[in-house]
T-cell receptor, first 108, second 116 residues
Framework: DAKTTQPPSMDCAEGRAANLPCNHS???????VYWYRQIHSQGPQYIIH???NNETNEMASLIITEDRKSSTLILPHATLRDTAVYYC?????????FGAGTRLTVKP | DAGVTQSPTHLIKTRGQHVTLRCSPI?????VSWYQQVLGQGPQFIFQ???????GRGNFPDRFSARQFPNYSSELNVNALLLGDSALYLC???????????????FGDGTRLSIL
């Protein structure tokens, strides 16, 4: 079973930051937090991952709370092409257990 | 560089038949995982292989099996197909080394299997 909780859906205005929350209160010390997204009929796309420090790459930023029980994925300037299902996953040995994810809709 | 490639992209079978799905990982990746995604749900983990050995198995019946070849490509086999096996089957590869166990997986676009 997935060990994360995400809101089923969110909306965001185009050009604004999208902040997607994830709760993982039972995360263990060595488990990483991964974020993927899936656009209809494509395979999931890797976005970012981290252990305890905040991470940033060309796609997004990942903010992990100090107690590691929750995290937020930030898309700094959402575009219409960011409309997708976003999955938050915690994993130790690279075996991904996906939940239902958050369906993000970016609106013009 | 080529990403994860899967074949075929679409497949139609009838109940009771068997099917073989194929996956070629990203060059340099030695770990391959298989997932099943039923319409409207997130992907469900089936198998993980690393260095040709099974390293993880999800909650799937014995009708599902897989193997990894010396070139790190992989096959997923499903026997005695049921209507409920209709799904998108995804393959993912990752660079997994002794000191880099948590590298992210990269997914192909899947094989859509329809059972009639």
């Amino acid at each position: 079973d997935a060990k994360t909780t995400q809101p089923p859906s969110m909306d965001c205005a185009e050009g604004r930051a999208a902040n997607l929350p994830c709760n993982h209160s039972t995360i263990s010390g060595n488990e990483y937090v991964y974020w993927y997204r899936q656009i209809h009929s494509q395979g999931p796309q890797y976005i970012i991952h981290g252990l305890k420090n905040n991470e940033t790459n060309e796609m997004a930023s990942l903010i992990i709370t100090e107690d590691r029980k929750s995290s937020t994925l930030i898309l700094p300037h959402a575009t219409l092409r960011d409309t997708a299902v976003y999955y938050c996953i915690v994993s130790l040995r690279n075996d991904m257990r996906f939940g239902a994810g958050t369906r993000l809709t970016v609106k013009p | 560089d080529a990403g994860v490639t899967q074949s075929p992209t679409h497949l139609i079978k009838t109940r009771g038949q068997h099917v073989t799905l194929r996956c070629s990982p990203i060059s340099g990746h030695k770990s391959v995982s298989w997932y099943q995604q039923v319409l409207g749900q997130g992907p469900q983990f089936i198998f993980q292989y690393y260095e040709k050995e099974e390293r993880g198995r999800g909650n799937f019946p014995d009708r599902f099996s897989a193997r990894q070849f010396p070139n790190y490509s992989s096959e997923l086999n499903v026997n005695a197909l049921l209507l409920g096996d209709s799904a998108l089957y995804l393959c993912a590869s990752s660079f997994r080394g002794r000191f880099l166990p948590n590298q992210p997986q990269h997914f192909g676009d899947g094989t859509r299997l329809s059972i009639l």
